[in-house]
């Protein structure tokens, strides 16, 4: 990719430094999980580090000193004080940005991500001035990224791994989707250009976890009551349109003793209708403005696969479950196709643009 790809992809670029032998690596800062991707040792596959968007302080009993912990360890260990200061997708106020920069940078220390490195951060869509300044803070104070720092949209970035090994992506013609925690967001890209940007924040993961909280009571019949964390793990662990298989679990009850419990629809329920509104919101809402605005990017967009991003597209058969009602809500054949891991795909495709900004610099 040219220095002028990298201009039509929508680089927000910093001043990059000199030096030889960066390591180009790629970053996902995102409201549920933070992905971070680089080269593996002597050649090999990317190393990916991945972990919960969150963290906990406490105080030292000898020292007095304050810790950080974060990630899973943070959630498991503080439950009652974790903070997950991206809940919106983008740190709303100063104190979550600075939240993120602590957080960032225990990640970073602890993962030895080298601070001689070219970093692309895959960012998501949103029209939000001030998280994006916050964001963009965050990052201007990293330790990491001396060589260059650029940002490219979340979408545009997720969609590189499943076009190719490479960066077609870059020189195609289609619609990102991007099913995340926070937002459903979608764009269309014409050689790397984005297109008539759209965000919702009414059709979210985040509101499919309050969706099975609400149904598994009612399918209890009002006896059990999960928080959104067991929710989310609920889906992340058993929603499939390929092969769905009820489950059951255990709760603990006020008084002593505990209750076990099956599962046949809360789920399944809730991760449906959350299809069926994001097909209502790309049919009726996002396609007509890109017709409006764009109509031949349309016309050709939608004879090339919608390509389908973010931690809601790892559900089993949601890609073609997406494809097929689609394909009936619009009256014509749509193809749908998404990355091997999507969750990750964006920190992958960040990853590679950073290779390829490295290897050109």
């Known amino acids: 990719m ?33 992905v971070i991707a680089l080269p593996g040792e002597h050649g090999t596959e990317n190393r990916i580090i991945k972990t919960l968007t969150c963290m906990a302080t406490y105080e030292d009993a000898l020292t007095g000193e304050e810790k950080v912990l974060y990630g899973e360890e943070a959630a498991r260990e503080y439950p ?3 903070q997950y200061m991206l809940r919106s997708g983008l740190p709303e106020d ?5 939240m993120t920069k602590t957080f960032f940078e225990a990640v970073i220390e602890e993962n030895d991500i080298p601070a001689n490195s ?3 951060y895959a960012i998501p869509t949103i029209d939000n001035p001030t998280g994006l300044d916050n964001l963009r803070g965050v990052i201007e104070d990293s330790s990491i990224g001396l060589n260059l720092v650029e940002s490219y949209p979340e979408s545009l970035c997720g969609a590189i791994p499943a076009f190719g090994d490479d960066l077609e992506a870059i020189d195609e013609i289609f619609v990102a989707v991007n099913m995340g925690s926070t937002n459903l967001e979608a764009s269309a890209y014409r050689r790397g250009e984005q297109l008539s940007p759209f965000t919702t924040g009414a ?5 499919v976890d309050r969706m099975i909280a609400n149904y598994v009571e009612e399918e209890t019949q009002g006896r059990v009551n999960i928080d ?9 662990e058993h929603a499939d349109f390929v092969e769905f298989e009820p489950f059951t679990d255990i709760i603990q009850q006020p008084g002593g003793g505990s209750h076990e419990f099956t599962i046949e629809r809360s ?11 994001a097909v209502d919101e790309l049919a009726n809402t996002f396609l007509p403005e890109l017709a409006n605005d764009y109509m031949k990017v349309y016309q050709l967009a939608l004879d090339r696969p919608i390509v389908l991003t973010g931690g809601m597209a790892c559900i089993p058969g949601i890609v073609e479950e997406f494809e097929e009602r689609l394909s009936a809500e619009l009256n014509r054949e749509i193809e749908a196709i998404a990355a091997d891991e999507p969750d990750v795909a964006p920190t992958v495709g960040a990853q590679r643009i950073a290779a390829r900004l490295v290897e050109n610099s």
């Open 2 to 34: 040219s220095d002028d790809d990298a201009d039509d992809a929508g680089g927000d670029s910093a001043a990059p430094s000199g030096g030889s032998a960066a390591v180009p690596v790629g970053v996902k800062l995102g409201s549920t999980r933070t």
């Open 80 to 82: 009652d004080r974790v």
């Open 94 to 98: 100063a104190d979550r940005a600075e």
């Open 118 to 120: 070219g970093v692309v």
């Open 203 to 207: 059709v979210t993961g985040n509101e």
């Open 228 to 236: 959104t964390q067991t929710a989310r793990e609920y889906k992340e």
């Open 267 to 277: 789920v399944m329920d809730a991760v449906d209708e959350y299809v069926d509104d």
